[in-house]
């Protein structure tokens, strides 16, 4: 089965979509899914920190460019066991043309992976290479501007027929917030999930170790992991193999 091809976008900068994106596919890879994680920010590359892998010669530029093929550049988070194709940190800012899109997300379907998690920079895309995607993820803060600009773009891709979510972060309860259940109202069926402001992300980040392997019981953590159900239901491929077990353990015990 061809996997499900998840973009995480954001109008906005800074909002929180790498952040995010690590932690959605380490709580995916942990749920016992195969997991490809792909930074394509091409203007600010960042997953290598996140991880502590930051010293990629190769990466998503050199695929998107024909100079290496997506099976050269991939590397394994070792704590994890989250596969990952990185960005060249401090290489010049590039624009993937549709054709390359196309032909990078062509390799992907063939991949043997269930989700693959594609970071991306801020801003509007292509809308043509958008609808190439399974499923559109839209991050935002739970303030006006970031919010209407999520709206914005969610509109954009219903129009364009691509199913998208949204998950607010850095919720911090505060008065001057837009309120969960207004934001829920503005995107009916679609706010996928709140996530707190919490401390352990920048230290996270400092420390090159994802929240989610930091400390899996932290507010941030719980929260992501608590809307994998609602963003990523388990493909139909585990159910396949977890009958495969079933199968295999009856025949060991009926011999
Ligand atoms: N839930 C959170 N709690 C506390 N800090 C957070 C949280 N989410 C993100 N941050 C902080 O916000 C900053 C920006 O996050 P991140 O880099 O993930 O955003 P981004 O949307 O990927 O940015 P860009 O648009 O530049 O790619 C990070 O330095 C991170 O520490
Ligand atoms: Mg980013």
Known sequence: MAPCIIRISSQKGGVGKTTFAVNLALALQSAGHDVLLIDADSTNPSIGFHLGMTKSASGFKNVA?????????????????VHVVNGVIGAKPFVVTKEEAYRMISSMRKMPYDFIIVDTQPGYYNMGIVTYFDEVIIITTPDMPSCVSAMRMSLDYDKAG????????????R???IHPGEIKRMFPGKAAGFIPEDEIVPISIAEHIPALLLNKRS????SVIQMIPSIAPPPKMHATRRRGVLRFIRELLVR
């Open 175 to 177: 008065g001057y917030e």
């Open 65 to 81: 460019q024909s100079k290496a093929s997506f099976n050269e550049v991939i590397s394994v988070h070792a704590p994890s066991g």
């Open 219 to 222: 507010k941030f953590s719980k």
């Open 162 to 173: 691509v199913k998208n979510f949204i998950v607010v972060n850095r919720v911090r309860d």
